[in-house]
């Protein structure tokens, strides 16, 4: 009889395998095994992102199920965002519900269909917009910008900055400088940096923050911070999540749980969901710009006017236009 080998790796009580992977990501049995690079035998630097010279050197992740790399982000944000576009430009939800945002938040109520159409424009021409809000501070990454798309002309003070492969940073001088040094070096997430990275990659837009971009209401009941995440496609689906330091007092948040729709309480959290189709989201201008969503899709209505906006035939430029440039074409003053 041919003798067999046979290899049996033991476990003892109250091993934790996570923490002898963090220690240790080249043992056998730890996922993260065939990425790491091992020192070569010559005692030499190895080449690539990865060493198993220190546990030091094994970093948590920073990039999200959707390819964002949140370092970009400012580590003490007040609040963070994402609106993912791809298939929505054709969905007329979408068109209804970021017009009647736009719409709500023109001084005289009476935005343009033209500007409405304009601002969705900009929203739907490129892959992801990702933002980071720190008190006034408003920092843009852009993720799959099209090569005929041409960044309009920024305001005083403002730059853009090439990231990594088609993306781009756009914001105020100092911030897009220490978004670029956190990029190029490990930078420990923030808080809610860390929530972003965790996200999943199947909804349309993502927000989280503290309490105040949920409205004055939410800070009056008590609440600390919210997550929302929702779908623009055929029908308008949202599910936020406002979260308390202990489990809030029912009678003492009735009032405010009545402005929800459907919510419930859950422990130390508020739930509420809102389903609507095109035609009710439009019959519903008032709930859609002061809800939660509202509020975060607000932020990129602010947010598009930087962004890069494709070149068509019909595109009218009221600027120069600079082509060649290493992130891409763009607007003169």
């Known amino acids: 009889m041919t ?3 046979f290899c049996l790796l033991g476990q003892k009580k109250g091993f934790d395998f996570q923490e002898a992977c963090f220690k240790n990501p080249s043992l056998p049995y730890c996922p ?3 990425f790491v690079i091992k020192p070569p035998k010559d005692g030499a630097t190895p080449n690539g992102p990865y060493s198993t010279a220190s546990p030091a050197t094994v970093h948590p992740p920073t990039i999200d199920a959707a390819g964002i790399d949140w370092r970009f982000a400012d580590p003490s944000a007040d609040a963070l965002a994402v ?3 791809g298939k929505l430009p054709a969905s007329s939800v979408a068109q209804s519900v970021i017009g009647q945002v736009a719409s709500s938040q023109s001084a005289s109520k009476g935005l343009s269909p033209a500007e409405a159409q304009a601002i969705f424009r900009a929203l739907s021409g490129v892959n992801q917009v990702a933002l980071s809000v720190r008190a006034d501070t408003l920092l843009i990454l852009v993720a799959g910008r099209p090569a005929d798309a041409i960044l309009p002309a920024l305001e005083a003070g403002w730059k853009s900055m090439a990231v990594g492969e088609n993306a781009l940073l756009i914001g105020p001088a100092a911030a897009v400088d220490q978004a670029s040094q956190r990029l190029s070096t490990y930078a420990a997430l923030g808080e809610f940096p860390q929530t972003a990275q965790q996200r999943t990659a199947g909804s349309e837009f993502w927000i989280a923050g ?3 971009l949920a409205g004055q209401e939410a800070v009056s009941a008590g609440v600390k911070r919210f997550e929302l995440t929702a779908s623009l496609g055929d029908r308008l689906t949202s599910d936020a999540v406002f979260q308390f330091d202990g489990a809030p007092d029912p009678m003492a948040i ?4 009545t402005t929800l729709g459907d919510a419930q309480l859950e422990g130390n959290a508020v ?3 809102m389903s609507m189709d095109a035609d009710e989201t439009r019959r519903n201008p008032a ?3 002061l809800s939660p969503l509202g509020r975060g899709l607000g932020v990129f209505i602010q947010a598009a006017r930087y962004l ?4 068509t035939a019909t595109t009218v430029h009221t600027k120069p236009v600079i082509y060649g440039l290493d992130n891409g074409p763009r607007e003169v003053k």
């Open 254 to 257: 009735r009032t405010w749980l």
């Open 3 to 5: 003798p067999e080998a």
């Open 308 to 311: 890069p906006v494709r070149d």
């Open 83 to 85: 609106l993912n576009f």
């Open 210 to 212: 503290s309490a105040k």
């Open 32 to 34: 993260a095994r065939d």
């Open 271 to 273: 739930r509420a969901r």
């Open 287 to 289: 709930r859609i710009g």
